[in-house]
C-alpha cells in the first residue's frame, strides 16, 4: 500500500512538473517571433516585426553564447543589416581595441589598407572567421557609393594593444610638433613592448611623469575642435586606461576593462554625433546585469547611462559544435556541445518551443505572469569563450542568473555549427 502511494506521488508531480512546462511553453509560443532564415542573404521581412522594439534605441547590444558559433555570426550579419537599411543604424562597434580598430574603419570608410590589417588592428583572434569578414565585406560594399555622413563607421571599445596607440600618439605628435626626448623615450618604451617591465620597476611614478610630458604636449597643439585632435585625445585616454588597468591586481582587472569598454562606447556615440550605435561582443559583456556583483559588465553601465535606450540581445542555442582553442592540445579545433534535458537550463526550455531559431522580446513576455516567473528564476544559460577544455572539467561553460536581470531579447538558435577559421589572408 505504501509503495503504491509513494508511485501515485511520484506520477502526480510528474505530471504537475509536465503540465508547468507545458503551459510555459505554450505562453512563450505565443511570444515568441520566428527567426525565418539565418542567412543574411535572405529576405529581411521577417525582422520587421521589431520594428516598435528597437526603433527608438540609441546603442543595441549583439551577444554571443560562444566566440565560436557560425550561425551566431550570421544571423548578427543579418540582424545589422537589417538595422543598418531600416532602422538608420550607422555606427558598428567591436569588441576590440579601440585605437587599433580605426585600421578596419579605414578599410570599409575610406578604402585604405587591408582585411588584414583591420583585423591585426582589433587584436583578437575570436574575429579571424570568415563569417566575419564577409561581414565586414558587407559593410564595405554598402558603403561604397555613399556619402561619408551614410557610411557605416567601424569602431573597437577595448583596451588591448598598448605598443598599437602609443605608436599611433607618437605618429601624430610628430607630425605636427617635435618631441621631446623624455617623451620620446617614454613613448618607445611602450612601443618596445616593454611597459609592464617599467612598471613594475617604477610603477605610478613613471605613470605620473609620463603623462605629464604627454599632457604637455597636448595642450600646447590648442586644436580642440579638429576632429582628429579630439580622437587622439581619446587615444591618449585609452592609454591611461591601459596604464591604470596594468597597475591593478587581477581582481580589479576584470572589472576596469568592461568599465573601460562602457566609458569607449559612450565616447564613440557622442563622437559620432549621437548616431544610433551596434556594440557586438560576447554575451558577457553586452548582459545588463542588474544584479548587485562585483563583476560588472559593460552592458550594465550601458543600461546605467542609456537606460531604456539600450537594448542588449542575448544569445542561446541548445545543442551543436562550436569552434575554439582546444587549452589542452593547444590547436584550434572545434569541440560537440550535447543537448541537455534539465530545467534548468534555459535553453532546454527554449528548445521545446514550436519555432527552432526566434526572437523573444523579455520586456513583452515579462507581462505573462507564467513567463515572468520564468525569467525571474535563478537559471543556466550556456556561456563558452575563446578557449575549451575537451573533457570539460576544467572550464564552467554556464552561468546562472535571472535572464529578466541580463538582458532585454534573447535570440535562440536551436542547432549549431562551428564558425570557419581564417586559412590565409
Given at each position: 500500500?505504501?509503495a503504491?502511494?509513494?508511485?501515485?506521488?511520484i506520477?502526480?508531480?510528474?505530471?504537475?512538473?509536465?503540465?508547468?512546462?507545458?503551459e510555459?511553453?505554450?505562453?512563450?509560443?505565443?511570444?515568441?517571433?520566428e527567426?525565418?532564415?539565418?542567412?543574411?542573404?535572405?529576405?529581411?521581412?521577417?525582422?520587421?516585426?521589431?520594428?516598435?522594439?528597437?526603433?527608438?534605441?540609441?546603442?543595441?547590444?549583439?551577444?554571443?553564447?560562444?566566440?565560436?558559433?557560425?550561425?551566431?555570426?550570421?544571423?548578427?550579419?543579418?540582424?545589422?543589416?537589417?538595422?543598418?537599411?531600416?532602422e538608420?543604424f550607422k555606427?558598428f562597434?567591436?569588441e576590440?581595441?579601440?585605437?587599433?580598430?580605426?585600421?578596419?574603419?579605414?578599410?570599409?570608410?575610406?578604402?585604405?589598407?587591408?582585411?588584414?590589417?583591420?583585423?591585426?588592428?582589433i587584436?583578437?583572434?575570436?574575429?579571424?572567421?570568415?563569417?566575419?569578414?564577409?561581414?565586414?565585406?558587407?559593410?564595405?560594399?554598402?558603403?561604397?557609393?555613399?556619402?561619408?555622413?551614410?557610411?557605416?563607421k567601424?569602431?573597437?571599445?577595448?583596451?588591448?594593444?598598448?605598443?598599437?596607440?602609443?605608436?599611433?600618439?607618437?605618429?601624430?605628435?610628430?607630425q605636427?610638433?617635435?618631441?621631446?626626448?623624455?617623451?620620446?623615450?617614454g613613448?618607445?618604451?611602450?612601443i618596445?613592448?616593454?611597459?609592464?617591465?617599467?612598471?613594475?620597476?617604477?610603477?605610478?611614478?613613471?605613470?605620473?611623469?609620463?603623462?605629464?610630458?604627454?599632457?604637455n604636449?597636448?595642450?600646447?597643439l590648442?586644436?580642440?575642435?579638429?576632429?582628429?585632435?579630439?580622437?587622439?585625445?581619446?587615444?591618449?585616454?585609452?592609454?591611461?586606461?591601459i596604464?591604470?588597468f596594468?597597475?591593478?591586481?587581477?581582481?580589479?582587472?576584470?572589472?576596469?576593462?568592461?568599465?573601460?569598454?562602457?566609458?569607449?562606447?559612450?565616447?564613440?556615440?557622442?563622437?559620432?554625433?549621437?548616431?544610433?550605435?551596434?556594440?557586438?561582443?560576447?554575451?558577457?559583456?553586452?548582459?545588463?546585469d542588474?544584479?548587485?556583483?562585483?563583476?560588472?559588465?559593460?552592458?550594465?553601465?550601458?543600461?546605467?547611462?542609456?537606460?531604456?535606450?539600450?537594448?542588449?540581445?542575448?544569445?542561446?542555442?541548445?545543442?551543436?559544435e562550436?569552434?575554439?582553442?582546444?587549452?589542452?592540445?593547444?590547436?584550434?579545433?572545434?569541440?560537440?556541445?550535447?543537448?541537455?534535458?534539465?530545467?534548468?537550463?534555459?535553453?532546454?526550455?527554449?528548445?521545446l518551443?514550436?519555432?527552432p531559431n526566434?526572437?523573444?522580446?523579455?520586456?513583452?513576455?515579462?507581462k505573462?505572469?507564467?513567463?515572468?516567473?520564468?525569467?525571474?528564476?535563478?537559471?543556466?544559460?550556456?556561456?563558452?569563450?575563446?578557449?575549451?577544455?575537451?573533457?570539460?572539467?576544467?572550464?564552467?561553460?554556464?552561468?546562472?542568473?535571472?535572464?529578466?536581470?541580463?538582458?532585454?531579447?534573447?535570440?535562440?538558435?536551436?542547432k549549431?555549427?562551428?564558425?570557419?577559421?581564417?586559412?590565409?589572408?
Amino acid at each position: 500500500m505504501k509503495a503504491k502511494l509513494i508511485l501515485v506521488a511520484i506520477v502526480c508531480l510528474i505530471a504537475n512538473q509536465t503540465f508547468g512546462q507545458t503551459e510555459l511553453v505554450k505562453e512563450l509560443n505565443s511570444k515568441i517571433i520566428e527567426a525565418k532564415a539565418v542567412s543574411p542573404d535572405s529576405c529581411l521581412n521577417d525582422l520587421n516585426n521589431l520594428h516598435n522594439i528597437l526603433s527608438d534605441k540609441k546603442i543595441i547590444g549583439l551577444g554571443e553564447a560562444t566566440h565560436g558559433t557560425h550561425e551566431f555570426f550570421v544571423y548578427k550579419h543579418r540582424m545589422i543589416k537589417h538595422l543598418v537599411e531600416n532602422e538608420n543604424f550607422k555606427v558598428f562597434i567591436i569588441e576590440g581595441d579601440f585605437a587599433g580598430s580605426q585600421a578596419m574603419n579605414d578599410y570599409v570608410v575610406y578604402g585604405k589598407g587591408t582585411i588584414k590589417d583591420g583585423l591585426m588592428g582589433i587584436g583578437y583572434g575570436v574575429w579571424f572567421k570568415q563569417e566575419f569578414v564577409d561581414f565586414i565585406e558587407w559593410i564595405k560594399i554598402y558603403n561604397d557609393d555613399k556619402t561619408l555622413e551614410d557610411k557605416i563607421k567601424f569602431y573597437g571599445c577595448d583596451i588591448n594593444n598598448e605598443a598599437l596607440v602609443a605608436k599611433k600618439i607618437k605618429t601624430y605628435l610628430n607630425q605636427i610638433q617635435e618631441l621631446n626626448q623624455p617623451l620620446q623615450e617614454g613613448l618607445d618604451v611602450i612601443i618596445e613592448g616593454k611597459l609592464r617591465e617599467k612598471l613594475s620597476e617604477g610603477g605610478t611614478i613613471f605613470k605620473e611623469q609620463f603623462f605629464s610630458k604627454l599632457n604637455n604636449a597636448f595642450s600646447s597643439l590648442k586644436d580642440e575642435k579638429c576632429k582628429e585632435y579630439i580622437f587622439m585625445q581619446h587615444c591618449k585616454r585609452e592609454l591611461e586606461q591601459i596604464f591604470e588597468f596594468d597597475l591593478a591586481d587581477g581582481k580589479t582587472r576584470i572589472v576596469l576593462r568592461d568599465k573601460f569598454m562602457a566609458e569607449n562606447i559612450e565616447w564613440i556615440y557622442q563622437f559620432e554625433n549621437k548616431q544610433k550605435s551596434i556594440f557586438w561582443a560576447h554575451n558577457e559583456h553586452i548582459k545588463n546585469d542588474k544584479e548587485k556583483s562585483y563583476q560588472k559588465p559593460t552592458g550594465y553601465y550601458l543600461k546605467d547611462k542609456f537606460g531604456d535606450n539600450y537594448y542588449s540581445f542575448g544569445f542561446g542555442f541548445y545543442e551543436g559544435e562550436v569552434a575554439g582553442y582546444n587549452r589542452e592540445e593547444k590547436k584550434y579545433d572545434s569541440f560537440k556541445v550535447p543537448s541537455m534535458s534539465s530545467k534548468k537550463l534555459t535553453d532546454a526550455v527554449f528548445s521545446l518551443c514550436m519555432y527552432p531559431n526566434f526572437i523573444l522580446d523579455l520586456n513583452s513576455a515579462n507581462k505573462s505572469e507564467i513567463i515572468s516567473k520564468f525569467l525571474h528564476t535563478n537559471l543556466y544559460q550556456r556561456t563558452i569563450g575563446a578557449g575549451f577544455y575537451p573533457d570539460g572539467k576544467k572550464r564552467n561553460h554556464f552561468r546562472m542568473g535571472k535572464l529578466k536581470d541580463k538582458y532585454d531579447g534573447i535570440i535562440f538558435i536551436k542547432k549549431t555549427h562551428p564558425s570557419v577559421l581564417i586559412k590565409k589572408m
